[in-house]
């Protein structure tokens, strides 16, 4: 090992003495990169070999390139880059031949890589990608056709080469057949390529020349009609080639015969319907020279809007189904959201948005998510339908009766109506959720709230208690901390303590609970060392294993409070290091040694 490196670093002699010899380094200076070589090189050649040792390296040498390039332009001197540069670039490509070659998968350095071929100037970076190209993994497989549409886009953008990128892209479909993005970005380039020779037909027909080589859409035409053929993705892959085709201004026919593709292999599918109502938005009416009013606009507006609406009743009729619905609702509330000075036109989207929401939910197929949209968008409500929004919100809760998000809905709704059956609701949305075992979390914590402002202390307390043992587990502890805040903000420091004493052996518990039963007693005036050391010992019981900032704060406590006895510092942190697990132990000793200098 030694001789290979000691030859590596011979091998930079005549870069270094060149280096020197025109006044970029001093002497001084070349001793220091040689000593850093050598360390770098001996990094690299251990028998287990790390990553970051090589990216260290990589990262080296490029900085060392930028150095040169800032002294070459400080100083005006450009010559010998053949002997200093160019080995340089040749070594850094060597560094990352032996790293990608060891981590093949690891996607990042073939991207390092391109980037550094791509800056420094060199044609290496296709054999690169190509090189990266050739490996076949599944699990990076979207990045890695990132790297194949680069490579086709560097060689069509930059080397000007369609048939180089034809050729790249076709090789990579053979590798990933599976990848929709490849198809269309393969598709895209076709079209560049056909809307340049149409800009170089015109300027030779503007020059009378006459100009050899296909001016159609035959690739075009071909590579749709192979996509068509091969690929099996549905409406979405279709309605994305058909949004390239509409990048450029010949493609009409083209347009045509994707849309009548679409139309016939998916007329059953909600996207379809879903794109043909939108399309209409498009298809404005014919330009007229006269001026147009603003009412004029409106009135345009309007219309295709209806039209849109109108392929849209027409789909739900054509296809029933809840994701068919929701396409059409959604256009609703885009449309609804959308500002306009017009009153009339807001209040027809308005008028429309609440007529679609209802013939969907009599249709019994109005999505569970789109209830919530309904009301929580206050669509009812801002159009003072507070009875209605409450007929919805019940309505939601008798179709969805399990779900614990509509029975949530339904009683904001109620609650903020200040309906008087606030109460009689929870009690029929737990005897509906009774089997579940969670997800009633966010109810629970609505009732108490709500709770806390209208009942009495004694209805409230009475609900907590209850709350702890029909939440799941893991839920209940948030309630026990909910319950441990409203006893100190509603009965004072002995009211909390009991509520501690009752809950404390009531497992499970969270380490917020400890620590805000100690932040209340270090808020009394006669705060007691005797409390808190049994509020940290309980929380340590739980959790010694994990938080080792537990320990550094008990032991700050014993050291700060006037009835704290330093001297128990050793024990706690004996206790400590043979407690804590893993990280936690270097953690804790380190930041127990700063505690010990006064740095912390």
Partial sequence: MAE????????????????????????????????????????????????EDFVSYIQYEINLLELIKKRRARIGYSFKKEEIESSIVHRVHSLFKRATGKWKEDVQLWLSHVAFCKQWVTSKWVLVTGHLLCIKTNSFISSVAALWIMAAKWEMETRLSSESARHLFLRALRFH??????????????????????????????????LVGPLNLRYCLVTYHTLESVVLWGVEFHLAVLSIAK??????????????????EYADDPLTWDYMARRELGLGSLKSTEPTTKQMKVSEMTQREERCCAVFEEAVTAVPTEDMWKCYITFCLERCNRKTNSEELKQKRLERTLSVFSKAHESSLLPESLYKQWVR????????????????????????????????????????????NVTQCFEEAFKHLKSKVCGTLPLWTLWVEWSEGTNSKQDTEALYQRSLNATAPAESVTMKEKYLDWAYRNGGYKKVKRVFTSLHENRPLSLDFFRKMIQIEKEQESCKMLHLREYYERALREFGSTESDL????????????????????????????????????DFISKYTLLQTGHL
């Fill in 4 to 51: 290979r490196i000691e030859q590596r670093l011979e091998d930079r002699i005549p870069e270094l003495e060149q280096l020197e010899r025109v006044g970029l380094f001093t002497p001084k200076e070349i001793r220091a990169v040689l000593k850093k070589a050598s360390a770098l090189e001996y990094k690299i050649q251990r028998r287990a070999l790390r990553k």
């Fill in 177 to 210: 057949p599976e990848c929709p993005k490849l198809y269309q970005e393969y598709f895209r380039m076709e079209l560049m390529n056909a809307e340049k020779q149409r800009k170089e037909k015109k300027e030779f027909e503007q020059a009378k020349m006459d």
């Fill in 247 to 264: 990048l450029f201004d010949f493609t009409q026919d083209l347009q045509k015969e994707i849309l009548e593709s679409l139309q016939t």
């Fill in 377 to 420: 968008l206050q669509l009812l409500l801002e159009s003072n339908l507070s009875e209605k929004a409450t007929e919805v919100a019940e309505a939601a809760t008798k179709r969805f009766s399990l779900s614990a998000e509509m029975w949530q809905m339904r009683l904001q709704v109620l609650i903020q109506l200040k309906n008087d």
């Fill in 551 to 586: 320990w550094l704060d008990y032991i700050k406590e014993e050291l700060s409070h006037p009835q704290g006895k330093p001297e128990n510092c050793g024990s706690i942190h004996w206790r400590a290091v043979k407690m804590l697990q893993g990280d936690q132990v270097e």
